[in-house]
C-alpha cells in the first residue's frame, strides 16, 4: 500500500517562474490537504480539497496561489510568479473522510 | 480563533528516561488529536492518536492522554532512546460540521542523549 506520494521532492525556480507541487493521495483516499513549513517552525494549513471540491482554502493566499484536486489524477497546488519568501517545504496530507490523515515527504521549492 | 499551543519548544531527555510533550487547545468542537513525529527532512508521521471519547490511549512505549474539560492533552514516551529524537507535533481537529482540518502545535524538539 503506497503512500502519500509527493513529487518533485526538490524544485528550485527562479523568481516570476511557476512552481507546480504534486500530491497522489493513498489509494483510497478522497481528500487531500495541502500544509507549508518554514525551517525550524511548524505546519501551517493552507488548503483542504475533496475530489472536484475545496472545501477550506482559508489558509492560502489571495493572490498567486492556486490549488486543485481532479476527478482524475493528483491534487496540484500551483504557485504563480514565485518571489523568493515562498521558499518553504511544502507538504500534503490525504485522509479518507474525517478519518487518520498521513503526510507524504514535502516537496522543498526554493526560489532564486 | 482556533489556536494550538505546545510546550516545551525543546526538551532533551537521557536515554531511558520518560518524556511528556503537552497540548493545549481552544476548539471545544474539537473530537480527535493526532501526535506526529518528523525527523529531519522527511514528512510527519503519525505516531498515535486520541479521540474525544477517550481519555487515554497507549501504544508500547508511547500513550497519550486527554483531559477534555480542561482542553489539554499530552504525549508520553517511556524508555526513551536515541531514534525517538525528533520534531514531535500535535494536532487538533474538528469533525462535526464546520472547519475540517487539523490545526498544529508549534513544536518539540526532543533530544534522547545516549
Known amino acids: 500500500n503506497a503512500g502519500v506520494m509527493q513529487n518533485p521532492r526538490h524544485l528550485v525556480r527562479r523568481r516570476g517562474q511557476e512552481a507546480r507541487l504534486r500530491c497522489s493521495p493513498m489509494k483510497g483516499h478522497s481528500h487531500v490537504y495541502w500544509y507549508r513549513q518554514l525551517p525550524e517552525e511548524g505546519l501551517k494549513f493552507m488548503v483542504y480539497?475533496?475530489?472536484?471540491?475545496?472545501?477550506?482554502e482559508s489558509g492560502m493566499p489571495k493572490e498567486r496561489f492556486s490549488a486543485e484536486f481532479p476527478k482524475e489524477g493528483p491534487s496540484i497546488l500551483r504557485i504563480q510568479q514565485v518571489v523568493r519568501g515562498d521558499s518553504a517545504a511544502y507538504f500534503c496530507?490525504?485522509?479518507?473522510?474525517?478519518?487518520?490523515?498521513?503526510f507524504g515527504q514535502g516537496t522543498r521549492l526554493t526560489v532564486v | 480563533g482556533e489556536n494550538v499551543e505546545q510546550h516545551p519548544s525543546t526538551l532533551s531527555v537521557q536515554e531511558g528516561d520518560s518524556a511528556v510533550i503537552k497540548c493545549t487547545y481552544s476548539?471545544?468542537?474539537?473530537?480527535?488529536f493526532p501526535w506526529y513525529k518528523q525527523e529531519l527532512g522527511k514528512g510527519p508521521q503519525l505516531i498515535i492518536d486520541i479521540r474525544s471519547n477517550v481519555g487515554e490511549k497507549k501504544d508500547q512505549r508511547i500513550a497519550v492522554t486527554l483531559n477534555k474539560t480542561a482542553k489539554h492533552f499530552s504525549l508520553h514516551i517511556t524508555e526513551t532512546q536515541p531514534e525517538d529524537s525528533a520534531v514531535y507535533f500535535c494536532?487538533?481537529?474538528?469533525?462535526?460540521?464546520?472547519?475540517?482540518?487539523?490545526?498544529f502545535g508549534t513544536g518539540t524538539r526532543l533530544k534522547v542523549l545516549a
Open positions: 476548539d471545544s468542537a474539537s473530537n480527535y
Open positions: 494536532a487538533a481537529f474538528r469533525t462535526t460540521s464546520g472547519t475540517y482540518k487539523y490545526i
Open positions: 496530507a490525504s485522509s479518507p473522510f474525517l478519518g487518520e490523515a498521513f
Open positions: 480539497l475533496q475530489k472536484e471540491n475545496i472545501i477550506d
